[in-house]
């Protein structure tokens, strides 16, 4: 046998072993694999490549070598429409088709270009090599083989004005009135998605080869497709980066990606170079459009469900580009009720185009998205997590769709979605959950899992992208420790070093937006995460930075939100110099500094928390506590929770209800009388004897609403981030203090007005009912990475912990009834209203001890 290329010329064969080794240093030099590992390794690629082999009917390489070309070209089609996706089977066969060039038919060279087309493949030296081959027989080539040529170029963003143009001369000698439908639609939708100098020509071809047997055209495949290409302009391709899409669809999902926008929210198409009535250009051969549009409506029951895909995309681009009166006016209806009978046919991907393309047809899309999306909903498992994100976007357009919004939630809780969706993505499938109602536990998961994502990947997101992620986690409670790992940027401190607090540089931190500034600080303190507040120095940057209203005031609620669940910034030891320029900020865009002026809308609880007296000026305090009472004391709107909750208290004999107190901002639902629980309890007492509770109303605590040490994750690890004790002690002892302050103090005195405001009910005669919904919890899940959070299963969220803090500092009793507590059952079923009555006894009852 001949000696291996890898063996050197003076290895010895005498010693075997020695030998050996030199082979394997030399090979190691070389930079080579040594040939059992090779072998191995080509083993196991072979092994690998089995199922796809067996799927195209070939036992194994050998037999992809001995292929002749018709057998070639049927395995690539093959390859393609299974959707093959192994590297050696594809290798295989290209390198077979490279070997076959000069034997291949234009026929055959049309279909190896459209089978890679198909699955996306680019292969940029086989297509090199290989247009070399198209270029000789490029006179060869009939209507329908440049069409698929064509065509394959254009999904592959391939444009080579040279080779097209070699190929029009004697493709318009070919066209003729007796070319098959289906070649001149084909062909037409080639050229039109290249967008190209050789369109026109074609175009006007094509056109006086259908024009005289328009008539009997009744193939709706056919008519689709010379609708979609004829009414594609050229501006639309141009747009595009590199002027060749990939999809036809591709340019609709940016645009409805970018937002409302325009009537009824839809985006516009992109600008030609004039106006579409004064630009010929645009639409050439409006005529023949309009008359291709009659034969469609004539024809609706010839369509399958790809073609009345098509068509629709067609529809749409007219509306966009204000052509909407060359629709015949029973076009839509006749399409709607073709859907009715095609739902089965569409695959999950074409009901995701279907929705996009639905969105520029509001008449449309009233009638059929609900059952597309229902559809889709059905179908979610087979879906990717763009086009997930695509359905999210339909559901916030029509208004909700508890299903599709389910399911496309479920969809993007997957692994793959956190590693598929970048972070600017992942930003807007967050903000598209926050729109939408109700906020189910799956949009929660969805993110939480996509917040995983990111952290896996190291993603880092500007300060800007992160601010708008973090408003929307915040508003619906996705809290977990991978935020350490995502404000890097945000933060000024090294958190993964041995002093979490020790900033970066001796250089002030870089400059941010005002309102980037305020939605990340107030966010943070929604999440309850004040040691990143602490990293990344956000009071200072807040005060140095921000001079509108708005965003001071947002600035001054996180403090107070941080400031009532008890957990403090370092930078609000002093809050005095850290909020006072956010209070002058505040009082200067209001237009009055005497009285406080008109209040900013974000600005809620600081007027009643501590924080408030030391940056404030008495006067200014009381005004804004009356403007934050009368503004924001409103009813809440009526949900399932607070009509059983009231109806169960309601049917409470001889109990006095008082409804809706307002204390400072907040409008509590129902106030009890204490006096009257226990006489009723004793009237009808719950199984086994009367529960009698004291009545003493000034020693409670709060340990029904348990103060949150969640762990201070560095960067790279789970584990707390270690404070100076000599820093922390003096919060500490603070705190104790406070809390034994406000439990041997007694309620405040009431005012005339507090009296008034108050109603029937007083502090120390009443109790206070709160009901507690889902979304007031931190989310809770089994794949929290937080142990202490995820231990504790359900942790309440700042905002509501703060609003009970504050009730309880205000001197009020509070029970709170939590959704996941309730028994849900018929109204009139006895039981299921003992359980209720229980469970709000059982709170009542333990308000002494701080169960509450």
């Known amino acids: 046998p001949a000696p291996s290329p890898l063996l050197p010329a003076h290895a010895p064969r005498r010693r075997p072993l020695a030998a050996a080794l030199r082979v394997h240093a030399f090979v190691l030099l070389q930079g080579r694999t040594p040939l059992p590992r090779a072998r191995a390794r080509a083993r196991a690629e072979l092994a690998m490549s089995t199922p796809a082999l067996r799927q195209l009917g070939l036992g194994s390489l050998k037999r992809i070598y001995k292929l002749d070309v018709p057998e070639l070209c049927s395995a690539l089609q093959d390859a393609a429409r299974r959707r093959i996706s192994d590297n050696v089977v594809w290798d295989a066969l290209l390198y077979r088709a490279a070997l076959l060039r000069a034997e291949l038919r234009p026929v055959d060279l049309a279909l190896t270009v459209a089978a890679l087309g198909k699955v996306r493949r680019q292969e940029a030296d086989f297509m090199r090599y290989l247009m070399q081959e198209v270029r000789t027989k490029a006179r060869r080539f009939l209507p329908r083989d440049t069409a698929l040529l064509l065509n394959g170029f254009a999904k592959l963003s391939i444009r080579d004005e040279l080779l097209t143009a070699s190929l029009v001369p004697p493709l318009l000698r070919r066209l003729t009135e007796h070319t098959r439908w289906e070649d001149l639609a084909l062909l037409s939708l080639a050229f039109a998605r290249l967008g190209d100098r050789s369109r026109t020509p074609v175009f006007d071809r094509v056109v006086a080869a259908a024009t005289p047997r328009i008539d009997r055209l009744d193939d709706g495949h056919a008519l689709s497709l010379l609708v979609v290409a004829f009414t594609r302009p050229v501006s639309l391709v141009e747009h595009r980066a590199g002027g060749s899409p990939e999809s036809l669809f591709a340019e609709l999902a940016p645009q409805l990606a970018a937002g409302p926008g325009g009537d009824a929210g839809l985006p516009q198409l992109p600008p030609t170079s004039g106006d579409w009535e004064e630009d010929e250009d645009a639409l050439p051969h409006l005529a023949f459009v309009e008359v291709l549009l009659t034969q469609c409506e004539r024809n609706m029951w010839n369509f399958r469900s790809g073609d009345v895909l098509h068509l629709c995309l067609a529809l749409s681009t007219l509306v966009r580009g204000g052509r909407q009166e060359l629709l015949p006016p029973g076009l839509l209806k006749r399409i709607e009720r073709r859907l009715e009978s095609l739902y089965f046919e569409f695959l999950p991907v074409q009901f995701v185009r279907l929705l996009e393309v639905l969105a520029h047809l509001p008449e449309l899309e009233k009638a059929c998205a609900g059952k597309v999306l229902d559809e889709v909903a059905y179908r979610m498992r087979d879906v990717t997590p763009r086009s997930a994100m695509s359905v999210l976007r339909t559901v916030r357009r029509v208004g909700g769709h508890t299903r599709a919004h389910s399911a496309a939630a479920w969809r993007l809780a997957r692994e793959d979605a956190g590693a598929a969706l970048t972070a600017s993505e992942c930003c807007e499938v967050a903000e598209i959950f926050l729109g939408l109602q109700p906020r189910l536990w799956e949009a929660r998961e969805a993110m939480l899992c996509l917040l995983q994502g990111m952290q896996?990947?190291?993603?880092?997101?500007?300060?800007?992208?992160?601010?708008?992620?973090?408003?929307?986690?915040?508003?619906?409670?996705?809290?977990?420790?991978?935020?350490?790992?995502?404000?890097?940027?945000?933060?000024?401190?090294?958190?993964?070093?041995?002093?979490?607090?020790?900033?970066?540089?001796?250089?002030?931190?870089?400059?941010?937006?005002?309102?980037?500034?305020?939605?990340?600080?107030?966010?943070?303190?929604?999440?309850?995460?004040?040691?990143?507040?602490?990293?990344?120095?956000?009071?200072?940057?807040?005060?140095?930075?921000?001079a509108s209203p708005e965003p001071a005031a947002t600035a001054l609620e996180a403090a107070a939100l941080l400031s009532l669940v008890g957990r403090r910034p370092r930078e609000l030891q002093r809050p005095g110099a850290a909020l006072a320029p956010l209070v002058a900020a505040v009082l200067e865009g209001s237009g009055s500094e005497g009285s406080g002026g008109s209040l900013p809308s974000r600005l809620r609880l600081f007027?009643?928390?501590?924080?408030?007296?030391?940056?404030?000026?008495?006067?200014?305090?009381?005004?804004?506590?009356?403007?934050?009472?009368?503004?924001?004391?409103?009813?809440?709107?009526?949900?399932?929770?607070?009509?059983?909750?009231?109806?169960?208290?309601?049917?409470?004999?001889?109990?006095?209800?008082?409804?809706?107190?307002?204390?400072?901002?907040?409008?509590?639902?129902?106030?009890l009388n204490l006096v009257s629980l226990a006489e009723h309890l004793r009237e009808h007492p719950l199984d086994g004897p009367s529960q009698v509770f004291p009545l003493s109303t000034h020693d409670y605590d709060e340990a029904g609403f348990e103060e949150e040490e969640e762990e201070d994750a560095p960067l790279d690890a789970d584990q707390p981030v270690e404070e100076d004790e000599e820093e922390r002690a003096p919060t500490r002892a603070g705190r104790m203090l406070g809390r034994r302050g406000r439990r041997a103090a007694s309620p405040p005195s009431l005012s005339d007005a507090d009296r008034e405001a108050y109603g029937r009910a007083r502090p120390d005669t009443h109790v206070l009912v709160l009901p507690l919904r889902a979304g007031d919890f931190f989310h809770a899940s089994a794949t929290l990475r937080g142990e202490r959070q995820r231990a504790k299963t359900q942790l309440l969220g700042a905002t509501r912990y703060a609003e009970v803090s504050l009730l309880k500092r205000l001197g009020w009793r509070v029970i709170c009834v939590a959704e996941h507590l309730w028994a849900w059952g018929p109204e009139d079923d006895a039981q299921i209203s003992l359980q209720n009555k229980e469970l709000i006894f059982r709170l009542v009852a333990g308000l002494d001890d701080g169960r509450s």
């Open 456 to 546: 896996k990947r190291r993603l880092e997101p500007d300060p800007a992208l992160l601010a708008r992620l973090l408003r929307a986690y915040g508003e619906l409670g996705v809290r977990d420790t991978h935020w350490f790992h995502l404000c890097s940027k945000l933060s000024v401190c090294d958190l993964a070093g041995p002093t979490p607090f020790t900033p970066r540089s001796s250089s002030p931190p870089p400059s941010l937006d005002e309102q980037v500034v305020a939605d990340a600080l107030f966010a943070l303190a929604q999440l309850n995460l004040p040691q990143l507040v602490d990293a990344s120095a956000l009071f200072s940057r807040a005060s140095r930075c921000i």
């Open 607 to 671: 007027p009643f928390c501590d924080l408030a007296p030391a940056a404030c000026e008495p006067e200014v305090l009381l005004s804004w506590r009356r403007a934050a009472a009368q503004t924001h004391a409103r009813a809440e709107a009526p949900d399932p929770l607070y009509m059983a909750l009231g109806h169960e208290l309601a049917s409470w004999s001889g109990v006095e209800v008082v409804a809706g107190v307002r204390v400072g901002p907040l409008l509590v639902p129902w106030a």
